[in-house]
């Protein structure tokens, strides 16, 4: 063994790979995004050639990784928790079908929405899909679990979600790391048809063989070594926490009965005994009361405290002092534990409110936008998620909506539908190909009255700079899905040709069907990037 210093998503990625991983599939999306950054710059990785370019989207990345697994090999599929929402379809289905190779599902949930629209909590996917979900509680368990998923799911049939959230994703820790890898599963052709095509017959025998199975998943969980039951005879209170919220209460030296939680379903047996010993329980967990409404839903006991009962917070992040003060008073300050002194945010820390870069071509985008539009009356402009959804904030004020990727566009056109006039949609390169296409596609279908500006940098911009799927192609995917080429315009968005910009954008507004323009200027970081690459081949010559 060796000692690193690793991000959890780090962990996570070091951990797939001494696992045996033949690909990895994903959409980047704050905390996940390291995951695959880590596999794609990895020695071993390059050496056994693992998969690792970016998706499209996560509903690709999943399927991709479903079809790695019929060919018997172990994929990782990464993203986000709204990204979930988007694969939803085969992740579901992916309990039905099984799987062959070992398939892990690694979601990043974002509580306190640091970059996020919701705070949805992933673990009830994995219950909802009736496959077993892992929850690690420190980098070291995320490095150790992802063999364990691996073979887990191979032994289960079955793929396995793994859950992250932010603070695990990113903070670092020591891990403990394999020398040697596990060599890559060799291709094989056992994936049982019967079981990978849903047709109705073979989807209901596979939906009461998963459905039997929970009993025995739910008995692993009671035997995981990551769910550990600590008891010291009757107490006044004991603790269940799961994830980084067992690291809170760990931090601050509780003297209780504590049951960790990291592997679902819920452990209902240790559950119960944990009950039998304490008066009171109270439920530490990072992200939705998941567990809490379990433990209500089966024992139903009044005793039972946690974020429902308001002794913790209901919405956003957890810390140690808030989790300190919640059990401190439940104990009816009887000293469990000495409280720590509070880490209070400094005082001398400015705020620092989210920006476009100087030198964005959104900016310039949005300054024409904004101009043209002040000759209109009540215009609504639709936005998307990417860097682009700064354009809300002053000075630009210039979008009305951001809902989820791809919404710009159909937005637009149902606004249009409604009668709306202008209807703009804006939306960025990487978020088109990801989910605006079928948009557009929409809209032409029925000559929508609406203007769709796709601003393209030439990169996934918000995450860091990743490859966008349909740079150079975003002329020919217009017109393919049926765009009149006299209302496809291509511009570069800067000060000198705002004239032409301007004139483009009210002469487009003013037809009455569906254009697109496409404003066309590299991001700004990854121009710098890319000339300090430039210059630092040209020195090494």
Avoid at 278 to 303: A, D, L
Avoid at 391 to 407: E, K, N, Q, T, W
Avoid at 477 to 496: A, F, M, S, W
Wanted: with cysteine; aromatic share 6%; hydrophobic share 40%.
């Amino acid at each position: 063994m060796e000692k690193k210093l690793l991000l959890g998503d780090e962990a996570v990625a070091l951990g797939a790979l001494h696992a045996g991983l033949s690909g990895v599939y994903a959409y980047p999306g704050t905390p996940s995004t390291e995951i695959t950054e880590f596999i794609q710059a990895n020695l071993l990785a390059k050496e056994r050639g693992v998969h690792s370019r970016w998706c499209t989207n996560e509903k690709t990345a999943m399927e991709a990784a479903l079809g790695m697994s019929f060919m018997g090999k172990r994929a990782l599929v990464c993203m986000k928790h709204v990204g979930l929402n988007v694969c939803a379809d085969p992740f579901v289905n992916s309990g039905m079908t099984g799987v062959n190779g070992g398939v892990v599902v690694l979601v990043a949930d974002d509580p306190s929405m640091h970059s996020s629209q919701d705070e949805q909590d992933s673990r009830f996917y994995g219950k909802f899909a009736l496959i077993p979900t892992f929850e690690p509680s420190s980098q070291q368990e995320a490095y150790d679990m992802m063999e364990t998923a691996f073979e887990y799911s191979e032994q289960q049939c079955l793929p396995v979600l793994m859950r992250v959230t932010t603070r695990m994703a990113h903070s670092r820790a020591v891990v403990e790391v394999k020398h040697e890898a596990r060599p890559e599963n060799e291709m094989n052709y056992n994936a049982a048809a019967a079981n990978w095509v849903l047709l109705p017959a073979n989807a209901r025998r596979r939906n009461d063989k998963v459905t039997a199975q929970q009993v025995q998943l739910e008995e692993d969980a009671a035997n995981s070594k990551y769910n550990c039951l600590s008891l010291n005879g009757k107490a006044p209170l004991g603790i269940i926490a799961s994830g980084i919220a067992y690291n809170y209460v760990k931090e601050i030296g509780v003297d209780a009965p504590i049951l960790k939680i990291s592997q679902y379903p819920l452990p209902k047996r240790l559950v119960r005994r944990l009950l039998e010993t304490c008066e009171k329980v109270m439920v530490v967990e990072e992200g939705q009361p998941f567990i809490e409404e379990q433990v209500r839903g089966v024992f139903e006991s009044q005793n039972i405290l946690g974020r429902l009962t308001g002794e913790l917070p209901r919405t956003g992040e957890l810390t140690p002092d808030c989790v300190g003060q919640a059990i401190n008073a439940a104990a009816n300050n009887s000293s469990l534990f000495t409280l720590h002194s509070s880490f209070k945010q400094s005082e001398i820390v400015a705020a620092r409110p989210p920006q476009l870069c100087q030198g964005c071509g959104h900016r310039d985008v949005y300054t024409a936008l904004n101009e043209v539009l002040k000759e209109y009356e009540h215009p609504r402009v639709f936005g998307d998620i990417g860097c682009y959804t700064l354009g809300f904030l002053p000075p630009y004020r210039a979008i009305h909506s951001c809902v989820d990727m791809g919404a710009s566009i159909t937005m637009a056109k149902g606004a249009a539908d409604a009668g709306q006039w202008p209807a703009v949609a804006i939306i960025g390169d990487s978020t088109f190909t990801h989910s605006g296409m079928t948009g557009l596609l929409d809209a032409v279908n029925e000559k929508a009255n609406i203007t769709v500006i796709i601003s393209d940098n030439l990169t996934t911009a918000m995450t860091g700079g990743q490859d966008s799927a349909g740079t150079n192609k975003f002329e020919a995917i217009c017109l393919g899905l049926g765009v009149e080429p006299e209302h496809l315009h291509v511009v570069v968005p800067l000060p000198k040709n705002m004239p032409e910009i301007t004139r483009i954008i009210r002469e487009e507004i003013n037809y009455k069907g569906v254009s697109v323009i496409i404003p066309q200027r590299e991001c700004i970081q990854t121009f710098k990037r890319h000339a300090k690459e430039k210059k630092a081949a040209a020195n090494s010559k």
